[in-house]
């Protein structure tokens, strides 16, 4: 009898882009999806491919093999781990470090990531488009701000929250190659710093890294 082929993840992405700190997550878990590529911030085409399953024509979406949706890269990582609790990408519920994981994925997804929303369009705060270079250097000294804020409120093992690599390592380690880059990263976060450098350096991840968000 010819097995049956098991329904797949599907997850809306691009190289270089939040959707790849839920890639690595798969990885890691060795979850088998589909990706669906493109950079909805700059391709119509991408945009009104995401359309039927997001409305925001955002990624990263992942459709459950039900036909679920969801979205936002923080909510997909948390459920991702919990999902794998084996895997041991996220403190269990009822670790104490579980308070300040569910902290900081939040922090990260509202305070520093969602900020990238503005500057591929600045007209979406209102500013018109020759005050495009001002506003990116001022979104760019806040998303410096808010890493030096969680920099000093942290006391990082050997990942973040200590011991074991976790899917906020992941996030960080993602969302700090965007900008202001990584050189003002080390820079205002040097408590975080040798924790990234580790993650960029992780052996399970060293191809999937070359291939979907090269650092240099």
Known sequence: MKKTEQPR????????????AVEAALTLLNMPYTLVEGATWAEEEARDRVAPVNPMRQI????MPDGEVMTESA????YLADMYP?????PLPQDPARRQFLRWMLY??????SLHWIKPEVARIGAPASARESVVNAVHERIAFCWANMDSQLQPGRYLLGDQLSVLDLYVTVVSRFGPWRDRFYEVAPRMTPVVR????????AAFWRERFPLE
């Open 9 to 20: 993840l599907t997850l809306y992405g691009a190289q270089a882009s939040g959707s790849i």
């Open 60 to 63: 990263p979406t992942l459709v």
């Open 75 to 78: 909510a997909i990582l948390i």
């Open 86 to 90: 084996d895997a041991r990408l996220a």
């Open 108 to 113: 990260v997804s509202s305070a520093i990531y």
């Open 198 to 205: 580790l993650v960029d350096q992780e052996p399970r991840l």
